[in-house]
């Protein structure tokens, strides 16, 4: 059988070019004892993409040219050869940009970074790879494992209008705070604040001093700052944190083009507040809470449910434009999370 | 009753000139009923008494051109119209830089900020301005109970042979910990390895790639970094810590002489690894844990008595010579803690 799939071709020099990848076919391997085929659904595209195309170390083994890309896949189990895994069933696994993908039954474990999960029927599929998938899995263990979220806390999150911001604005609401979010432009604020209840909305492309514009919407201080960004947001967080706050180092996309170019990358000159205001600031990964998925997954779909978590999805039809698609994450013209539709 | 006191006579501008200061006769108050009549026997000299001398808004409230300056003082109780204060109690508290000092007898109190604590008949009164006082214990707090410094952590300090610092790596390797010190100068180092047993010493002074050394240093990363000095050696720290780090911030010597010049503050470059190392970075003031000293008190005083803990205090004679030896914390030609002996 063959498939079509994404390869490096060469490694990203900061900002995306978008020849990195080349788009070619090849053969599927036969299924061995113990193997599964896993046809991809949706791939979704993740900041970190970036990160994982540059010729860099980061979090997970580096990528060498020719390899297919790597990427995170809601897929469907098309052949089984292992005991563990039945046609039809859906797993999420960075199984790649590529069609189809096999793999080792038994590593399809949350260790190994694969969740296998089961749909509720009332809910459609999509909404898996936004508020009930990876997303939303790092937007709760963001605000409330880490960042411990209370009723009554002044929250603040950037990149708000992004994937994982605005389930994170939305599951801070859940639970009883007051939520402001960043987000770029006219557009996506009146979206937060109209159609998914948030508090507040800074439009960081209509002001020049975003210290101030946080002053002005937190007199009190920030209790707990939920930060997908990094850079000169995270700076000016810091200065209008609350004593005692707690900023949870989701992502830093602001910072991502400069990956490996430490001359580029921008400086946290406030760091030194750290102790005078006895702040806590800290980074996590979701890969290290795949296993504990069982814990949350079912508050999120009674969330769902409710209509007290929506998602938004900018789905783009075919494997093939998913390069394409690619740098408009970082360009913030597009809404919510955005997916490659592949089905 | 007249005395001598340093009041403020104008506010520090980043390095300090010598003249921020002015030493006045004034006449101390009579006691009304409630009062305390202290006597300052020993005054610290700290960091942030550069942030005190600035104006730009900190921790505590801003201090007034005229004020006496704010200081740590370990002093006795020379009357007292107070029935909860004896004639020769002892006590750390904020009285300034003078040689008595008149509060009410209701204020001495951890809320306050003041300590009262009756020394080890077999430890001199010395030990309680470092090893045993506010100094000990931030660098109990910062390693142990914000740190929580284990058996067999990999821990660097820098800072190491300040004040703090000497306390935090004696406590770390009282903890089982192995400890790698960052300091200024050969001697330094030898006397932080050959006198108080640290594990090794990274000579600032004479390495040109901080990162590079720590990474020489911590082959397997940094499972705790200890701070008191923040600007370029953060981000090299940040560098070499290990997957799920701990950084304890205490101070950031190296950024104090830039408070309230923004431009001039060093901008932290690798906070983006929070995230993808899964890094804690929390900050903390000992003010908030003086209710609690009674806790570790005992702990400090049976190391110090076993030899496991012991001190450098570098003390200047004189109240009438502490502005003059104020620059001494930040250029580092002194060792462990600097104090003016007032007895």
Same mark, same amino acid.
Not at 57 to 85: F, T
Not at 316 to 338: I, M
């Given at each position: 059988?063959?498939?079509?799939?994404?390869?490096?071709?060469?490694?990203?020099?900061?900002?995306?070019?978008?020849?990195?990848?080349?788009?070619?076919?090849?053969?599927?391997?036969?299924?061995?004892?113990?193997?599964?085929?896993?046809?991809?659904?949706?791939?979704?595209?993740?900041?970190?993409?970036?990160?994982?195309?540059?010729?860099?170390?980061?979090?997970?083994?580096?990528?060498?040219?020719?390899?297919?890309?790597?990427?995170?896949?809601?897929?469907?189990?098309?052949?089984?050869?292992?005991?563990?895994?039945?046609? @039809?069933?859906?797993?999420?696994?960075?199984?790649?940009?590529?069609?189809?993908?096999?793999?080792?039954?038994?590593?399809?474990?949350?260790?190994?970074?694969?969740?296998?999960?089961?749909?509720?029927?009332?809910?459609?599929?999509?909404?898996?790879?936004?508020?009930?998938?990876?997303?939303?899995?790092?937007?709760?263990?963001?605000?409330?494992?880490?960042?411990?979220?209370?009723?009554?806390?002044?929250?603040?999150?950037?990149?708000?209008?992004?994937?994982? @911001?605005?389930?994170?604005?939305?599951?801070?609401?859940?639970?009883?705070?007051?939520?402001?979010?960043?987000?770029?432009?006219?557009?996506?604020?009146?979206?937060?604040?109209?159609?998914?209840?948030?508090?507040?909305?800074?439009?960081?492309?209509?002001?020049?001093?975003?210290?101030?514009?946080?002053?002005?919407?937190?007199?009190?201080?920030?209790?707990?700052?939920?930060? /997908?960004?990094?850079?000169?947001?995270?700076?000016?967080?810091?200065?209008?944190?609350?004593?005692?706050?707690?900023?949870?180092?989701?992502?830093?996309?602001?910072?991502?083009?400069?990956?490996?170019?430490?001359?580029?990358?921008?400086?946290?000159? /406030?760091?030194?507040?750290?102790?005078?205001?006895?702040?806590?600031?800290?980074?996590?990964?979701?890969?290290?809470?795949?296993?504990?998925?069982?814990?949350?997954?079912?508050?999120?779909?009674?969330?769902?449910?409710?209509?007290?978590?929506?998602?938004?999805?900018?789905?783009?039809?075919?494997?093939? /434009?998913?390069?394409?698609?690619?740098?408009?994450?970082?360009?913030?013209?597009?809404?919510?999370?955005?997916?490659?539709?592949?089905?």
């Amino acid at each position: 059988m063959q498939q079509h799939a994404w390869i490096i071709n060469h490694f990203a020099q900061g900002r995306l070019e978008g020849t990195e990848l080349e788009w070619v076919e090849r053969s599927v391997p036969d299924l061995q004892p113990g193997d599964v085929l896993i046809r991809t659904l949706m791939l979704t595209l993740d900041p970190s993409n970036l990160l994982w195309l540059s010729e860099e170390p980061d979090y997970l083994p580096q990528l060498e040219i020719g390899d297919v890309m790597r990427g995170l896949v809601l897929g469907r189990v098309e052949q089984s050869r292992h005991p563990g895994h039945k046609v @039809g069933d859906l797993v999420f696994a960075l199984l790649g940009w590529q069609q189809y993908a096999v793999v080792r039954g038994e590593a399809l474990t949350p260790v190994e970074g694969a969740v296998s999960f089961h749909p509720h029927p009332d809910i459609p599929l999509e909404a898996y790879v936004s508020a009930l998938g990876p997303t939303g899995w790092s937007a709760y263990v963001g605000m409330r494992l880490v960042g411990e979220v209370g009723e009554g806390d002044a929250v603040l999150v950037s990149g708000a209008a992004g994937a994982t @911001g605005l389930q994170a604005c939305q599951i801070a609401k859940a639970c009883g705070a007051r939520v402001v979010g960043v987000a770029g432009g006219e557009k996506k604020c009146a979206m937060l604040q109209q159609e998914l209840g948030i508090d507040g909305c800074i439009d960081y492309k209509a002001t020049d001093d975003l210290s101030a514009a946080m002053a002005r919407a937190f007199p009190d201080g920030i209790d707990l700052y939920f930060d /997908n960004v990094g850079g000169p947001m995270l700076d000016a967080a810091l200065e209008n944190m609350a004593l005692r706050g707690r900023i949870v180092i989701s992502g830093s996309i602001s910072q991502y083009q400069s990956h490996g170019d430490r001359e580029k990358l921008y400086g946290v000159r /406030n760091t030194f507040m750290l102790a005078s205001k006895r702040l806590r600031m800290e980074g996590f990964l979701i890969l290290d809470y795949l296993d504990r998925t069982g814990e949350f997954m079912p508050q999120l779909e009674s969330w769902l449910l409710s209509g007290a978590l929506r998602y938004r999805n900018t789905l783009v039809q075919g494997l093939e /434009n998913a390069q394409a698609a690619l740098p408009r994450l970082f360009s913030g013209d597009h809404l919510g999370k955005l997916v490659i539709d592949c089905r």
